[in-house]
């Protein structure tokens, strides 16, 4: 059974970084596409970041593109979204996902093909 868990969000002045950390029990990194999704209150969820470390791509939403990293820490089977000059749009519950692929389609800003998805750790952002 696949269980994704996330952590690592909390409340961040504008300007600043939180990272936060994503792991995935019953599945390996290397044969699945991963991702960060956010929503906030009222509004679509929206694709945040996707990786594939088969492909070896990674993809961005374009509110975070310059701004977020997505990455991962072999050693300890971990996921990271690093985010840095968070403003307060930013806030939102943030989500990690594993795909039932090992790429990244061409709808992944959409969740196409991610199957497995954690509780999500908020992410506040004071202006």
């Known amino acids: 059974q696949v269980q994704v868990v996330e952590s690592g969000g909390g409340l961040v002045q504008a300007g600043g970084s939180l990272r936060l950390s994503c792991t995935a029990s019953g599945l390996s990194f290397d044969d699945y596409a991963m991702g960060w999704f956010r929503q906030a209150p009222g509004k679509e969820r929206e694709g945040v970041s996707c990786i594939s470390w088969r492909r070896g791509s990674t993809y961005y939403g374009d509110s975070v593109k310059g701004r977020f990293t997505i990455s991962r820490d072999n050693a300890k089977d971990t996921l990271y979204l690093q985010m840095n000059s968070l403003k307060p749009e930013d806030t939102a519950m943030y989500y990690c996902?594993?795909?039932?692929?090992?790429?990244?389609?061409?709808?992944?800003?959409?969740?196409?093909?991610?199957?497995?998805w954690g509780q999500g750790t908020q992410v506040t952002v004071s202006s």
């Open positions: 996902a594993a795909a039932i692929v090992d790429y990244c389609s061409g709808s992944w800003s959409a969740g196409a093909y991610f199957e497995y």
